[in-house]
């Protein structure tokens, strides 16, 4: 006999280790939602991060959740919340007890290869060139990847400071929708001297018609433009990668989902993140697996993080023993 199934969810705020600094300003603090499942005797857990540029609010999410059934499944799920942070949450605690009910893990459930450890950029916060090549520096020696924060003004040199700073790193940049208006082609090749190897969401989300005919000599990755497989078709022919958030997505459902069908469209992959703690990073991982470029340093970013939580020594990140 099937066991009904709580639902409880809440709120919780984490603080950034400093700030966290990108084109649309800066945060010190993330609000996360918690969801708890229990079929009174398991409980799985699952976090999100509200996606803010879409008008998200963890107040809202906690709302959409508390409104649904208690005998949601993953597979209602999917047509109940639409793709955000509320699904998200749900949704990976809905795995989380599942795994637990059969006594296996995650990535078992999911039919997914046992999860290796993973190379993950860090992120270099917007700033000056002078700051953002002393924080580059002082993470060149841990780091092998670094994702720096541009802002469409003076990114070049922000990029070339960088590079000073870690002369042996591989270099992501991510515009943040920042060069809309701009030679797109021209502001990429600037960066060419300094062997960027991805530049995200150039333009806004909406926009993304302003790539049609541009040929950078840098490949570009949807971010904001990219949420879900209904996206896939606008970001062909505009864009080589799509980034995969799991508070985009909706979920590890959706997300492992659209990873299949970006790729059987000819898109390379990346997975990231929004800041979380370690419990939100978990699924993202195993969707990360194999993937080109990684970017889950969420965690790392806050002045904390849970008592079970990832490793990032020396750039790698790796799950807590006995855990996802």
């Not at 990535?107 to 917007?126: C, F, H, I, R």
């Not at 008592?307 to 855990?323: D, K, Q, S, V, Y």
Request: aromatic share 4%.
């Amino acid at each position: 006999m099937r066991r009904t199934i709580k639902i409880t969810a809440r709120i919780e705020r984490w603080p950034v280790a400093g700030a966290f600094i990108i084109a649309r300003g800066a945060k010190t603090h993330v609000d996360v939602i918690v969801v708890a499942v229990s079929d009174g005797v398991h409980i799985g857990c699952g976090e999100a991060t509200p996606i803010y540029y879409k008008g998200e609010t963890a107040e809202g999410a906690v709302a959409a959740i508390t409104a649904l059934s208690r005998d949601v499944d993953r597979e209602a799920l999917q047509s109940c919340l639409p793709a955000g942070a509320a699904r998200n949450a749900l949704d990976n605690a809905l795995w989380d007890l599942a795994a637990q009910q059969q006594g296996i893990a995650v990535w078992q459930l999911a039919g997914l290869p046992p999860p290796q450890p993973l190379v993950t950029a860090m992120t270099v916060s917007l700033g000056t060139p002078e700051k953002m090549e002393t924080d580059a520096r002082a993470l060149s020696g841990q780091f092998g990847l670094l994702k720096l924060k541009l802002s469409g003004e003076g990114d070049s040199e922000r990029v070339a400071a960088v590079r000073r700073g870690a002369p042996a790193a591989r270099l992501i940049v991510d515009a943040n929708e920042s060069w809309t208006g701009r030679d797109i082609a021209a502001e990429a090749g600037a960066l060419l001297p300094y062997g960027v190897e991805l530049i995200e969401q150039p333009v806004k989300a909406g926009e993304d018609h302003l790539l049609d005919g541009v040929r950078p000599p840098i490949p570009l990755a949807a971010d904001e433009s990219c949420h879900d497989r209904a996206d896939l078709a606008r970001c062909k022919g505009r864009y080589a990668a799509i980034n995969i958030k799991l508070d985009k997505a909706g979920g590890l459902t959706e997300a492992l989902a659209l990873k299949d069908e970006a790729r059987a469209m000819g898109f390379d992959i990346m997975v990231g993140c929004m800041l979380s703690t370690s419990l939100g990073i978990a699924p993202a991982f195993l969707v990360a697996q194999d993937v080109k470029w990684v970017d889950l340093d969420g965690s790392m970013l806050l002045a904390k993080d849970r008592t079970h939580a990832f490793n990032f020594a020396g750039g790698i990140l790796t799950p807590p023993a006995n855990r996802y």
